[in-house]
């Protein structure tokens, strides 16, 4: 009975979790001829028919945020990628401790500001955290949804934070 019950505490904090993550906007910088050069998948939405079909974010969700703001972002071509991934590990330690989620350990990632290899830095440790986390799709979804928050809120402007896609086609339509 008591893994059963620790268990609906992890969907209990991952519903709370997107709940957070939820009430941020996305509205980023686009520079058209930087997202030609960017990676395939990251385009300009200029209307709800830019939209595929809503699924759960993944670690391949967060690195398309990574790849298209390093790629779109105003200083894209200069910004230091630490501050992203150090806003995306910030936000989902925040959000687990703020919930009482037992943070599996980790060791401290190790940025050098290199792109590359600061991404698989942050993947092993990202997936470090998901694998001591019960392995519920809502879990998993609401960890990407927080490192994308908090890429978007390392970047402390104004005009870019984070939108779930559920709340993208509204938006959008408007």
């Not at 990628?81 to 936000?91: E, F, H, M, T």
């Not at 050098?112 to 809502?138: A, M, S, V």
């Not at 490192?147 to 402007?157: Q, R």
């Amino acid at each position: 009975m008591a893994r059963s019950s620790g268990i609906w505490r992890y969907v209990l904090v991952a519903t709370m979790l997107i709940a957070v993550a939820s009430t941020v906007a996305i509205a980023g910088y686009t520079n058209a001829g930087a997202a030609a050069q960017g990676p395939a998948r990251c385009k300009a939405l200029n209307g709800p028919k830019d939209l595929k079909a809503a699924g759960t974010a993944t670690i391949d969700t967060v690195e398309q945020g990574y790849q298209c703001i390093l790629a779109n972002y105003v200083t894209g071509k200069t910004l230091d990628d630490r501050i992203l991934l150090q806003g995306a590990y910030s936000s989902i330690v925040n959000n687990l401790n703020q919930f009482g989620a037992a943070l599996p350990k980790t060791e401290p990632m190790k940025l050098t500001g290199n792109r590359t290899t600061d991404w698989l830095e942050f993947k092993r440790t990202f997936e470090t955290i998901n694998n001591g986390l019960p392995h519920i799709g809502l879990v998993q979804g609401a960890l990407a949804e927080l490192s994308l928050l908090g890429m978007g809120s390392a970047l402390k402007d104004d005009h870019t934070s984070y939108l779930p896609a559920q709340f993208i086609k509204p938006a959008l339509a408007q």
